[in-house]
Every structure is written in C-alpha cells, then in structure tokens.
C-alpha cells in the first residue's frame, strides 16, 4: 500500500516555462513534506520542504503547495532551466510518531526540460 | 559542509558472498537510515538506527542486518547476496525525528551477479 503516490513516472517541460510536479498521500499523521532531487548516480539532494500547518512555501524559483483536504502537494519551477532536469522525490514524515522513522517517499518524477 | 559519506561508489559481488556497504557522516546527528533506490519503486526504507547499537526494521529488511557500533558510523550487511538485492543503496542522516533534516550519501551501486 503506497502512502506516497507520484503518478506522473516522467513529465517533459519546455526551457522557461513552468514545472508543476504533483504528489498525493493517504496517510493522515504525515505532518511534514519535503521534495528531494536526484541526478543520476548521486544521493537525493534537499530541495524544499513545507509544513501542514502551511498551504505554501517559496524559495526562490520553488513554490511547494499543500492542499491538506486533498491531500495533494505539488512543486511548481519557475521558470524551469536545463539544470532542474532530473528525477524528483516527493517524502512525508509523520513526526508526531516521535522517533527516528524514515521518511516515506514517491517513486520519483523525472523531469526533462527540453531547450 | 556536511558529509554522509558511503565507502564504495561502485561494487561488483557475487552470489552468496557476504557484503558490507558503510556509511560514515560527520554531522553528529542522532539517526541514520539505509535506502534502496530501484526503478519504478522510488527509495524505500530498509533499515534505520537512532542511537548507537540501536536498530529498527524499515519496510523491506529481509535479507539485510545493520550495525552501529559509533554514533558516525552505520554498516549495512547482506548475509548472502542475491541478484534480487542488485540495486542503488543510499544512506542517509538526520538529526531531527521522522527523518527531518535528512542528507543522503552519493549512493553505491550494488551488481550481485
């Protein structure tokens, strides 16, 4: 049973337009979500991160939404650039759990910006 | 600049062989955690550890143990490797609950044959 569902296997963009990479969750004590990036042959990288007490966090050309009755976040680039192609993880951490339990991730989204 | 460091970027081994993946940090964090990464499955939890000579069973442990004997250090062992454990494994630190904070390794790709 898959708590973390990134439907979308591979999503192409062209060079400066908009990115939007979508996730959906099932599991109701998740109260952090993160967004990792990951290049071939390298460990994920952190990217952003949002809290459920927000609907939204900006950083920079990253935006990350969460619709907490749909349980649906989403990552939208802009504008997207060559170096943002890559596979990209969606995680969620149920802290209240307390503990040292991993997070749960998506099977990844690989997004190819093409010029 | 902080380091979660795997000892091997590359192994080749072969069916049957006991196998030993390490993984050091040099952040001081509290919890460390073994992933695999298979195509089409994302990364999935394997086995993690939030104190020293602490362990826990993530979602998929069979076929695999864990030591940590030093807070910097987590060994990931394979009894006796099976082509079905032919995969990317990432390790990961974090010093916040629920895996907050998390830093991966660079990976190292696994080859049973």
């Known amino acids: 049973d898959q708590q973390v569902k990134q439907n979308s296997p591979s999503l192409s963009v062209q060079e400066g337009r908009i990115s939007i990479l979508n996730c959906d969750y099932t599991?109701?004590?998740?109260?952090?979500f993160l967004w990792y990036k990951k290049y071939p042959a390298e460990g994920p990288t952190f990217l952003i991160s949002?809290?459920?007490?927000?609907d939204k966090n900006e950083d920079g050309r990253f935006t990350v939404f969460l619709n907490k009755s749909a349980k649906h976040l989403s990552l939208h680039i802009v504008p997207s650039q060559p170096g943002d192609s890559a596979v990209y993880f969606c995680?969620?951490?149920?802290?209240?759990?307390?503990?040292?339990?991993?997070?749960?991730f998506g099977k990844g989204t690989h997004l190819i910006i093409q010029p | 600049d902080v380091k979660v460091t795997q000892s091997s970027r590359y192994l080749v081994k072969r069916t049957g062989e006991k196998v030993f993946l390490e993984c050091v940090q040099d952040?001081?964090?509290?919890?460390m955690f073994w992933y695999r990464q298979d195509p089409g499955l994302g990364l999935r939890l394997i086995y993690f550890?939030?104190?020293?000579?602490?362990?826990e069973k993530g979602d998929i442990p069979e076929g695999y143990s864990v030591s940590r004997e030093k807070k910097e250090r987590f060994s990931l062992i394979l009894e006796s490797a099976s082509t079905n454990q032919t995969s990317m494994y990432l390790c990961?630190?974090?010093?916040?609950?629920?895996?907050?904070?998390?830093?991966f390794g660079q990976g190292t790709r696994l080859t049973v044959v």
């Open positions: 990961a630190s974090s010093p916040g609950q629920g895996g907050l904070g998390a830093f």
């Open positions: 599991n109701s004590m998740f109260d952090y």
């Open positions: 949002i809290s459920s007490i927000k």
């Open positions: 995680a969620a951490s149920a802290r209240v759990s307390g503990g040292a339990d991993g997070l749960t």
């Open positions: 952040m001081d964090h509290e919890n």
């Open positions: 550890s939030y104190d020293v000579k602490m362990k």
